[in-house]
């Protein structure tokens, strides 16, 4: 399967969430800022905060991606498989996608003008700034699933 532009974009621009399970089967979802589609069949996700997921992955590689994008009235459902990488190629472009996405979050942040969320942004950027990349997840997408159904006469 392969994602568009647009899915690309999406996944880019929005909070994703990422399914995984054990290999019993018992799901763990997490949200994911840090995703970016490094093809149309490959998205790499940085782990800077993964301690159950981890352990899903390293049990089993079968995994789901959701998102939504309010924008443009679009959400899918993406399904794969999943791979950790603790150095080389996909790391490194880990590293690059982290980097872009801070300078990004700053600039967000910016044009932002409510104190409240200003000040709960302020402690978001500084633990942020913190955080360091543990391992990258590469996974091969498998499936794509539109979460918006068709209607009769509107395909």
Do not use: C, W
């Amino acid at each position: 399967m392969k994602l568009s532009n647009e899915m690309k974009q999406m996944l880019d621009e929005n909070i994703v969430y990422l399914a995984t399970s054990t290999q019993e089967g018992k799901p763990n979802v997490v949200p994911i800022g840090l995703i970016h589609a490094i093809s149309d069949e490959e998205v790499l996700i940085g782990d800077v905060l993964f301690n159950k997921t981890k352990k899903n992955l390293e049990e089993n590689q079968l995994v789901a991606i959701s998102f939504t994008d309010i924008r443009r009235l679009e959400s899918y459902q993406l399904k794969g498989k999943a791979k950790i990488y603790k150095s080389g190629k996909f790391f490194d472009i880990g590293l690059e996608i982290m980097e872009k996405k801070k300078q990004k979050r700053r600039e967000s942040i910016k044009q932002v003008d409510d104190p409240k969320i200003n000040e709960r942004a302020s402690k978001l950027s500084e633990m942020h700034r913190r955080l360091k990349l543990k391992a990258v997840v590469l996974i091969t997408v498998e499936e794509i699933y539109s979460h918006i159904p068709k209607f009769k006469g509107h395909e």
